[in-house]
């Protein structure tokens, strides 16, 4: 029944990627498409780490800047659900604890992937907000990721993000 899970899951993340490969191809519309029945075959109940990079992802499919924000918002509430093991696909339910029940405080076992998500989780909130010429809230996101950046490996994600922050910190003194 594990293994079936398991496999079932993998295969969520499968098509995710599959989307995202659209995305990152140019196909905004299909990988809108493709990730708009994900979201809804996943509902509220999916797996917390798959809403998450869905909806982390579905949020670059968007043309309108307050749809952005939502799914941007979508994404940090999935993560949040990780992090604290609230809500679907957290805590000390199902996979909980490498799948072995845990308990209340019991790390999730996707929480480290979740963790390396969160400065573009708000870096990208921090963009939606300055779109949206909301300059304050811009700056709560962006301080937010910078402080989560610490935590990245010094590689080309990393260095990345990094650069981006700095980027939108650039951008933001120019309002």
């Given at each position: 029944m594990v293994e079936q899970?398991?496999?079932?899951?993998?295969?969520?993340?499968?098509?995710?990627g599959q989307a995202i490969m659209l995305l990152h191809g140019g196909d905004r519309e299909e990988a809108r498409n493709r990730f708009g029945a994900l979201w809804s075959e996943l509902g509220a109940d999916g797996d917390?780490?798959?809403?998450?990079?869905?909806?982390h992802y579905m949020a670059d499919t968007q043309d309108d800047p307050g749809d952005e924000l939502a799914w941007d918002l979508r994404a940090l509430t999935a993560a949040e659900a990780l992090r604290t093991g609230e809500g679907p696909g957290g805590g000390?339910?199902?996979?909980?604890a490498?799948?072995?029940?845990?308990?209340p405080g019991a790390e999730h076992r996707d929480t480290p992937a979740v963790r390396a998500f969160y400065p573009s989780l708000h870096l990208n909130l921090?963009?939606?907000?300055?779109?949206?010429?909301?300059p304050d809230s811009a700056r709560v996101h962006l301080q937010?990721?910078?402080?989560?950046a610490e935590s990245l490996a010094d590689d080309g994600y990393g260095g990345g993000v990094r650069a981006a922050?700095?980027?939108?910190e650039l951008r933001l003194r120019e309002q």
């Open positions: 899970q398991e496999a079932s899951e993998d295969a969520v993340m499968t098509r995710i917390a780490l798959h809403r998450c990079t869905l909806a000390d339910g199902p996979g909980a490498g799948g072995r029940g845990g308990g921090a963009a939606d907000y300055l779109k949206l010429q909301r937010r990721a910078r402080a989560a922050i700095d980027r939108l």
